[in-house]
């Protein structure tokens, strides 16, 4: 037997819409530790094996999102999915997040983030519908007095230490406020990584506190002991606790609301977290509402406004609740604190009032909690809308066409066009306050490294040119035997320049210096600036390899094809579109030269030659050149350097270094080809959704054609 059907057998509480559900089901229990995914991925598979249509039915209905779950839940469904054939519809997810539009609208972003998470989600009121086992026995119907004066002003139970806890507790004690509650903290430990990240700037009064105060103040116990350690079960004391107070301060175990906080984590304060952001009411809640006590909530954003959802309601004007709707985690904690100690200086007059309005919200809580039939939600997500916006023709048109279908995100496609943030800077503009006010991701995809323009905006590295470099590049000229190209080489190089930049005016200038432009092919079409260029050592003879030649979008004349004269030129002088540091931007002028085994020095960015190593795996010619250029942070050293490789070149016997250098020219060609068939290289995690969820494309879809060819001519989707 699988230890995991061991773990299953220990479990034996399977819910009951779990068992229910029809088919054969493949169940991981919340038993199983999520780090040993590996052990529940080869029991899957060995469950496929008898039925490929199994449920896998992840099983966690005391839970919140909690992290390692979702991260262990994307892990198997991505291999399950990719490499196994498993149909996404056939993954459940089973938790206790409570059954809300706030959920819902959270799980959609984790699934952004995690694309491979389960579309189908039960959501089971595990400790609502527990709250009749919160006793022993029963106890006889509670009824609070309204007298004003109590033993103590609230209530403030904890057992785990969990830093917001002892944030609170810190503030509590240095406002004076311990001493009119009654507390437990039944764990002495402190987390300080976590409460620092959590509470930067409450966290060196808190750490000093627990180092001179509670280091010999804690473990409170109250009413836990060993025997009774953990507060879902109350006994008659902590009854009777209530009864001597006014309020409780009710700290949940999910507190943190800022996923990007989680993301960057310390592992301390993830085991702490737990959950990703979202609204779990557990039993610390729903048993202060059953012994019909006033609450405020320590907790993750929009506690209070899932209970009113759930169709309770909440004690506003009598508690300022705004602090529900904070979401900086420190300053949410701190408005709790403060309602806290505005509650415990009511003089006895004004607390009488408060107390007979807020029993009276309190009575009708506990009956809807007593008499409701609560069921469990199921949601699904809904088909994804993505929008798609190509940045060639008219396109701002698309503007009120976003607006008026309000998709889940935005795609602004510029594959092939480095400057995406400058071609969209007037469009995004346009759509500003509608992308803020609906917290619409928008991704650009284009041929530059990845960054995040704005907390909404990013920029996305996806494949770029390399769809034309391999369906063009490496497609033409099938004719041409590339093995012997150099034998019809009557130059020593090529330099194309079909449009006009001062770099490249410099580069020719430095041949011409040399007096090596009649050992090249060189070609200049465009004009720099508007101006005919101004050479200082070029004559200003006309620089072109073809009569009448006109720059085409398609076929012979168009830049991903060989020009006639390609291969009278023994090597390559590549100048790149991009030519700033850090803008590693190939194009076809790269491929050209990879495709047609010849050796070349690109004139680009700083870098860009460990670029090509690095991220396509094209080893340099060495043999031949020196590379030093290629590090040089100013471009005019880099010039200098490639025409002092070009003079060196121009000494050796061609012959001999096409042979020294032919197994590396295979092998670049084959490294180049091989980096379109890996699928991280092709698909950004922003098009992840279209392996494994429904989804509609809206917009310019006829943009996206080139990209699915592609990955449907690569086995990735059926």
């Known amino acids: 037997m699988h230890y995991i059907d061991k773990l299953l057998e220990e479990y034996n509480t399977v819910p009951n819409v779990v068992k229910e559900l029809p088919g054969t089901k493949i169940i991981i229990p919340p038993n199983f530790v999520a780090s040993q995914y590996e052990d529940a991925l080869s029991y899957i598979i060995q469950k496929l094996q008898n039925d490929p249509k199994s449920k896998i039915i992840y099983c966690w209905p005391d839970e919140g999102y909690l992290i390692d779950i979702i991260r262990m839940m994307h892990k198997l469904g991505e291999i399950l999915i990719t490499e196994h054939n498993v149909s996404p519809e056939n993954f459940i997810y089973v938790c206790a997040a409570s059954p809300t539009q706030t959920n819902i609208d959270y799980y959609k972003k984790y699934q952004e983030l995690f694309p491979y998470l389960p579309r189908h989600v039960y959501c089971l009121p595990t400790w609502q519908h527990g709250s009749s086992v919160f006793y022993d026995e029963e106890p006889e119907p509670i009824d609070h007095s309204v007298e004003p004066q109590r033993e103590k002003k609230f209530m403030f139970l904890n057992r ?253 496609w510029s594959d092939v066009e480095y400057d995406a943030e400058g071609i969209f800077r007037n469009f995004l503009e346009q759509l500003s306050d509608y992308i803020t006010s609906n917290n619409k991701p928008v991704t650009i995809l284009y041929p530059g490294p990845s960054r995040k323009l704005t907390e909404n905006i990013s920029l996305e590295k996806t494949y770029g040119y390399y769809l034309i470099n391999n ?97 009278r030129g023994f090597a390559d002088v590549v100048c790149e579109s991009r030519v700033d540091n850090h803008e590693f931007f190939t194009t076809e002028k790269t491929a050209k030269s990879i495709a047609a085994l010849k050796p070349f020095l690109a004139l680009s960015c700083q870098n860009y030659h460990r670029y090509l190593r690095d991220e396509y795996g094209i080893y340099p010619y060495s043999e031949i050149f020196d590379y030093n250029f290629d590090r040089a942070h100013n471009i005019d050293d880099r010039i200098e350097g490639i025409v002092k490789n070009m003079q060196r070149l121009k000494t050796m016997d061609k012959d001999k270094v096409h042979s020294r250098l032919f197994d590396k020219l295979v092998h670049n060609k084959n490294q180049f080809i091989k980096y379109g068939m890996i699928r991280d290289n092709i698909v950004p995690k922003s098009l992840e959704f279209v392996f494994n969820e429904p989804y509609e494309l809206l917009g310019d879809v006829i943009a996206t054609d080139p990209w699915f060819e592609l990955i449907r001519k690569n086995g990735w989707l059926t």
């Open 160 to 412: 785990g230490a969990r830093p917001h806890r002892s944030i609170a507790l810190s503030e509590l004690y240095d406002r004076g406020l311990l001493s009119q509650c009654h507390l437990s903290f039944y764990d002495d430990s402190v987390c300080r990584t976590a409460i620092t990240e959590l509470a930067p700037n409450l966290a060196p009064k808190v750490i000093s506190n627990y180092d001179n105060v509670f280091s010999t103040m804690l473990p409170v116990g109250l009413t836990l002991t060993p025997d009774h350690h953990n507060m879902y079960k109350l006994t008659s004391e902590d009854i009777a606790l209530h009864q001597s107070s006014l309020f409780s301060l009710i700290s949940e175990t999910v507190f943190c609301s800022n996923i990007d906080t989680l993301l960057d984590a310390s592992h301390e304060l993830l085991s702490n977290a737990l959950c990703f952001p979202c609204n779990l009411l557990s039993e610390k809640t729903w048993r202060t509402i059953k012994q019909k006590h006033p609450f405020i909530i320590l907790g993750h954003v929009n506690s209070i406004k899932t209970l009113r959802e759930l169709g309770f309601k909440t004690f506003s004007p009598y508690i300022d609740e705004s602090y529900d709707q904070i979401q900086n985690d420190e300053e949410r904690l701190l408005a709790v604190i403060n309602e806290v100690e505005r509650l415990c200086n009511m003089s006895d007059e004004d607390t009488k009032v408060w107390l007979e309005n807020v029993h009276q919200i309190t009575k009708y809580n506990f009956e809807l909690l007593t008499n409701s039939n609560v069921e469990s939600f199921k949601f699904e997500s809904s088909p994804k809308k993505v929008y798609i916006v190509h940045p060639y023709g008219e396109f701002y048109h698309h503007v009120e066409k976003i607006i008026e279908t309000n998709p889940d995100s935005i795609l602004l």
């Open 471 to 567: 369906s063009m590049v490496l497609s033409q000229n099938s004719h041409v035997d590339f093995n012997n190209v150099h034998l019809e080489a009557d130059k020593l190089y090529t330099l194309y320049c079909n449009r006009g930049s001062s770099e490249r005016v410099k580069i020719i200038d430095a041949f011409a210096r040399e007096g090596m432009l009649s050992d090249g092919i060189v070609t200049f079409h465009g004009i720099y600036n508007n101006e005919q260029p101004k050479w200082q050592y070029h004559n200003g003879s006309a620089l072109t390899d073809e009569d009448n030649f006109k720059i085409g979008e398609f076929g012979p004349g168009s830049p991903q094809y060989f020009p006639k004269s390609f291969f």
